[in-house]
């Protein structure tokens, strides 16, 4: 059998090729941000023509009122024409935020808000009396419009990935033990759309092995330019940038210039969201300052009427169905419609949780019995059996479709617990806490959570663990909103529920 080399293996210091060869970047983010943006001025417009439709047929006259009053119709296109423009300076369609992650869906709700915070500030400055209605209409409903389009886009979008498809090419340099990580968190999750098609060490050449984390080694760092262009990359990842020289880095940056391949910097800090970091450049030393988790202020307030309008408005709309389920409860089950159990919340405090009795009665005296029929020894965090004998026929039901969780949104209402957050444990779960673990306690538990929609029940208890401590440290109201549609949408699909 004949043995391959890569091109570029034991050469030093290859020369770049001027130009890019072709084809040479990855091709699927072209057709889809083009496709998002059919469907954004699609969602634009649509919103502006129903609050249009809807305000005039109320109203005498067709032009905005005060001193410079243009129709109703030129500040209509006027309208769509600017939010179509800001979404793209905005860089809401940037392919490197396609696909995954929160700022995406973060960037299209700031600009949104920008616009129509200018359109007010505008409207006040030139003496025009635009209608309320016609602006309350048409910004919330090109919002959800917006969002909802682009979830769809990204829903199908994480189908083809699933299929390989759609995937960005990535070259990883670095170390080797830091190579090997970031190899591990782009294998882990494929929907974010990286496949990593071969790595560079900065290590001694001499001490190379073949493949890091099932990837080939290519070359060194030095080479890494060369190889990206030949491979075909997207982007080049340095893992672990502070573990390379400065020097070697920039001149990295000086060799994709004019490429288009993307050069991206990790660093070790991880579960740390964006909008933590700041970025300040000190004599051309860019130096990143993370903010402290926040979990009290206005931010905090404000995500706590959230929770409060939100659940007592899904209470008054969900009602009939929570009746119906209270009396098929009672009506195949002998006992109580509801369980109450006592839980550990905020900052260590019990509470009684609420949910609809899935089990028979007295099932909790039978969990030593049935966790030992099981091979469990004692009770650790995110327990949970696939096949509990305890669950009645309907209850199996409602855990499948997550409704026995219903009767907390009384919980949130009480100030117990919040829409989004950490699940919340019994006091023997906590006991078990690390000092990791413990930062869980932080804020307010939740009805779901950053673990709920990554996999709920299929997930090990570590991934769990490690997800719930990055939403307490990173939460945003936004990033709220986008775990409810998800909750909705695993529900909707009995992804890792029982």
Partial sequence: MTSTTHPFVGRRRPTVPAVSPPGALTSWSVPYARRIAVTDALAITTAVAVAYGLEFPLRSS?????????SYLAVSVALCAAWFTLLTVGRTRDRRLLGSGTEELSRVCVVTWHLFAGVAIVGFLARMDLGRGFLGIAAPLGLVLLLASRLAWRRSLHRRRDAGLDVSPVLVVGPQHKVTTLVDEFHRNPRAGYRVTGVCLSDAPASAPDVVGGVRVLGTHEQAAAIAR???????????ADAMTADAVRRLGWDLEGTGIDLALTLAL???????????????????YVDEPRFSGSRYAAK???????????LVLLAPLMLTIAALVKLTSPGPVLYAQERIGKDGERFRMLKFRTMRVGAHDELAA????????????????????????????????????????VNVLRGDMSLVGPRPQIEAEVATYDRVAHRRLLVRPGMTGLWQVSGRSSLDPRTAMRLDVAYVENWTLAGDVLILARTARAVLAREGAY
């Fill in 270 to 288: 991880t579960d740390v969201a964006g909008p933590r970091v700041l970025m300040r450049p000190v004599n051309g030393l860019p130096l990143m």
């Fill in 230 to 240: 030949h491979e075909r990359v997207a982007a080049v990842a340095v893992a672990g």
């Fill in 370 to 409: 049935v966790l030992a029929a099981n091979g469990v020894d004692g009770v650790g965090a995110f327990y949970k059996l696939k096949d509990d004998p305890r669950v009645t026929r309907v209850g199996r039901v409602l855990r499948r479709l997550s409704l026995d969780e219903l009767p907390q949104l």
């Fill in 304 to 314: 706590s009427l959230f929770d409060w309008c939100t659940a007592l408005a899904l």
């Fill in 62 to 70: 067709m032009a905005v009122s005060g001193e410079y009053s243009p």
